[in-house]
């Protein structure tokens, strides 16, 4: 079945760096574009990231441009989130999406279960 | 940005209720509007998209409306496994997605 599951979460100090991944199975990984998206504990949902299919067109939340790399390898059906000099207000579950296949504006109609990150000293 | 508010922020409702929740846009996003449900410790699951479209495999009492800043939720008869909150999303500024700021909907 069509499924994402997302691993690499942890515990790290302010200033550390993390790398998250996202394994996607059944469907046909380099056809479809990808996101990532946060919850801050008790908090709502933020955009984070975007990558198109082939990795050419990349976009990220203004509150993380600049600290966060997002980047996929379509042979290993896996999208990845580099994030490096994390802040407490990096805390959050962080959930790979996919987009719908659509021309134009997509909604976001798989997700995965999420990988929880915390940043704390 | 683009930015989306709900009403309202908590609900509290009985089985058998018809419930609506209600999703404003700061600009028009035509019919480019999803809803999700979220249970605690889960991931948000789709329910509607293009305002209106039922995701396959959620049940026809989940329903969706409006177009341009005003969305609507409706749920027509509650079921136990609805209490849970409700995210609207816009995805018309694709892709720098927002989201309202959810509706938990409780027991009463």
């Known amino acids: 079945q069509v499924q994402l599951v997302e691993s690499g979460g942890g515990l790290v100090k302010p200033g550390g760096s993390l790398r998250l991944s996202c394994a996607a199975s059944g469907f046909t990984f380099s056809d479809y574009y990808m996101s990532w998206i946060r919850q801050a504990p008790g908090k709502g949902l933020e955009w984070v990231s975007y990558?198109?299919?082939?990795?050419?067109?990349?976009y990220y939340a203004d509150s993380v441009k600049g600290r966060f790399t997002i980047s996929r390898d379509n042979a290993k059906n896996s999208l990845y989130l580099q994030m490096n000099s994390l802040r407490a207000e990096d805390t959050a579950v962080y959930y790979c999406?996919?987009?719908?296949?659509?021309?134009?504006?997509?909604?976001?109609?798989?997700w995965g279960k999420g990988t929880t990150v915390t940043v704390s000293s | 940005a683009i930015r989306m508010t709900q009403s309202p922020s908590s609900l509290s409702a009985s089985t058998g209720d018809r419930v609506t929740i209600t999703c404003r846009a700061s600009q028009g996003i035509s019919s480019y509007l999803a809803w999700y449900q979220q249970k605690p410790g889960k991931a948000p699951k789709l329910l509607i998209y293009?305002?209106?479209t039922l995701q396959s495999g959620v049940p026809s009492r989940f329903s969706g409306s409006g177009s341009g800043t005003d969305f609507t939720l409706t749920i027509s008869c509650l079921q136990s496994e609805d209490f849970a909150t409700y995210y609207c999303q816009q995805y018309y500024s694709y892709p720098r997605y927002t989201f309202g700021q959810g509706t938990k909907l409780e027991i009463k």
């Open positions: 293009a305002a209106s």
């Open positions: 990558i198109s299919s082939s990795g050419s067109t990349i």
């Open positions: 999406a996919r987009r719908a296949a659509a021309v134009g504006p997509g909604h976001l109609d798989v």
